[in-house]
């Protein structure tokens, strides 16, 4: 593009939204810069190594390098040689689980001194309500004639090569411009996109995440009802959901958890004044869930007396991705209960961890915290208690 010497530039483009975008981009013909200030990720991807897990990136990544069509540094001159500016920093809660808007404007005043007239900033992660249009105004305020726009990602970690081409985009901007160039950029990568305004492609963002977390709730809510009478939940939804098409949206059971689901619930709570009781409530089922196990086996067991194995660290299977994992927080709470805890994964990086075979021999006790695939071929002895809330084993979950 004229006076540019990228197409984009992805800021924050090292972590698990921004580099397979920016690879994505990169591999459709568009020169790419990748500005992040993680120098160890900036290192890591520079030498054409993935930083985390993500099927098909690897290939990609050594593609791209090698087509010359993307470059990777600590540099925020990148920014001022881009025409398009993909941000990937959210907005983040606070301890009072509040958004806090100063982090992204103490951001963006920052960045304004490296932008130029005539780009467009293309905001990517969960936004609170409201937040395009007052990054609009800080850099019009700067005295910036740039576009502004809002494209939340909805890919899911694992399978975001994949989504990014397959899913619609959703595509919305502070005006008719900015909305318009989005479109065409998505659409190089994308079959289709979905025009909104600012505010509701916000909403759009923290509704489907809310949406995603509530479903989960209710699942652990009526697992936890099976459990305290004593009955395998997954013999009930077998049965719910066998041939009845009107419950095969149900998810299972399992830990709900994750960088986005419960921050965007609580967002979506303080964007209407924290009267969102449905969210809240599932904030208080997902986040029990690992009190509700610990509390069943005091029932069974004197766990003072027991070693206990957590098996899988991750939030969820086939990622090494720890953050905000109800397994830590399971952790935690065995570690004041229990005589030990033995934890194993097959992808976090963690040197607290032990094989998976070790802690099958040496835990009495084995709770599944992620379902990676491995596990299945563990030769675990059949006298020995399995807590599989998923149902991954297929025996059932019937707790002590």
């Known amino acids: 593009m004229s006076g540019f010497q990228y197409d984009v530039c992805v800021v924050g483009g090292c972590g698990h939204v921004g580099l397979p975008l920016a690879l994505t981009f990169a591999d ?10 993680n120098d160890e990720s900036v290192a890591t991807v520079r030498g054409g190594k993935m930083p985390f897990r993500e099927t098909g990136a690897q290939e990609l990544l050594e593609r791209t390098l090698a087509s010359n069509r993307l470059e990777v540094r600590n540099d925020p001159h990148l920014v001022t040689a881009s025409r398009q500016i993909i941000v990937v920093i959210g907005t983040p809660v606070d301890e009072h689980l509040n958004p806090t808007f100063y982090a992204m404007r103490r951001f963006f005043l920052h960045l304004t001194q490296y932008l130029r007239d005539g780009q467009l900033i293309v905001l990517r992660s969960t936004v609170y309500p409201g937040t395009t249009e007052k990054v609009d105004e800080l850099v019009r305020e700067a005295g910036l004639k740039i576009h502004v726009a809002f494209c939340p990602e909805r890919i899911a970690e694992g399978r ?58 209710a699942a652990n809510q009526f697992f936890m009802i099976a459990a305290d009478h004593g009955l395998d939940f997954y013999r009930l939804y077998d049965a719910l959901t066998h041939d009845y098409p009107r419950m095969a949206g149900m998810p299972g059971s399992g830990f709900a958890a994750g960088p986005c689901l419960f921050k965007d619930t609580m967002q979506l709570a303080a964007a209407n004044n924290n009267n969102f009781q449905l969210g809240h409530a599932a904030m208080l089922i997902n986040e029990g869930l690992p009190n509700f196990i610990v509390r069943h086996l005091r029932q069974q067991y004197e766990l003072h007396d027991h070693s206990v194995g957590i098996l899988g660290m991750a939030y969820k299977a086939e990622s090494d991705d720890p953050r905000s994992s109800l397994s830590y927080k399971l952790r935690k709470i065995l570690e004041y209960e229990a005589k030990e805890v033995l934890c194993a994964d097959e992808y976090v990086s963690d040197p607290r961890l032990i094989p998976a075979e070790e802690l099958v021999e040496r835990a009495d006790i084995v709770i599944l915290g992620a379902p990676h695939k491995r596990y299945r071929s563990l030769a675990i002895p059949d006298g020995k208690p399995v807590i599989d809330v998923w149902n991954y084993f297929g025996k059932g979950v019937c707790l002590p």
């Open 28 to 37: 459709s013909g568009l020169n790419v810069s990748i500005y992040d200030t």
């Open 160 to 217: 975001a090569l994949e989504e990014l081409r397959e899913l619609p985009q959703i595509v919305s901007g502070c005006d008719p411009e900015a909305e318009q160039q989005a479109a065409d950029l998505f659409l190089r990568i994308a079959r289709k996109v979905v025009r909104l305004n600012p505010l509701e492609a916000e909403l759009a963002k923290i509704i489907t995440n809310s949406w995603r977390y509530i479903q989960f709730a």
